[in-house]
């Protein structure tokens, strides 16, 4: 599963890089799934050996930021159309759909991660 979230860790990055980019550069806060992204990354890494408790560790610790992710990329997007509906206007395209690109990549990311948790425990591994 660690060199999975590596694959994540890319497209989270890319995403956050293409929404900053797309932006003009000005908003900083385009870059968050590449915040995400690395810290899946640099958990990936430490889970990626041997130990199974420390693996099993670091992964619950990536599955936790990935919830976390969701929940908020998630909220901010459903804000963003309650808001915008709201006010009779548009939401932001860029930010929404970066938003809901990145709730849907980190929903699938746990799924794959409770799908993977729960294979270990049948087989006995953790």
Do not use: W
């Not at 908003?27 to 640099?42: D, N, Q, R």
């Not at 130990?51 to 992964?59: I, Q, S, T, W």
């Not at 849907?104 to 729960?118: E, G, P, W």
């Amino acid at each position: 599963m660690a060199k999975i979230t590596l694959i994540f860790t890319v497209l989270l990055c890319t995403l956050g890089l293409a929404g900053f980019y797309g932006t003009g550069a000005i908003h900083k806060t385009a870059l968050i799934p590449s915040y995400f992204g690395l810290a899946l990354g640099v958990f990936a890494l430490l889970a990626n050996n041997a130990n199974e408790k420390r693996r099993a560790l670091f992964m619950h610790i990536n599955v936790t930021i990935a919830l976390l992710g969701f929940l908020g990329a998630a909220g901010r997007a459903i804000y963003a159309v309650v808001h915008a509906s709201s006010q009779g206007t548009a939401p932001d395209t860029i930010a929404l759909g970066s938003q809901l690109a990145m709730a849907v990549l980190l929903l699938i990311y746990v799924l794959l991660c409770v799908r993977s948790f729960i294979a270990a425990r049948r087989s006995g591994k953790v």
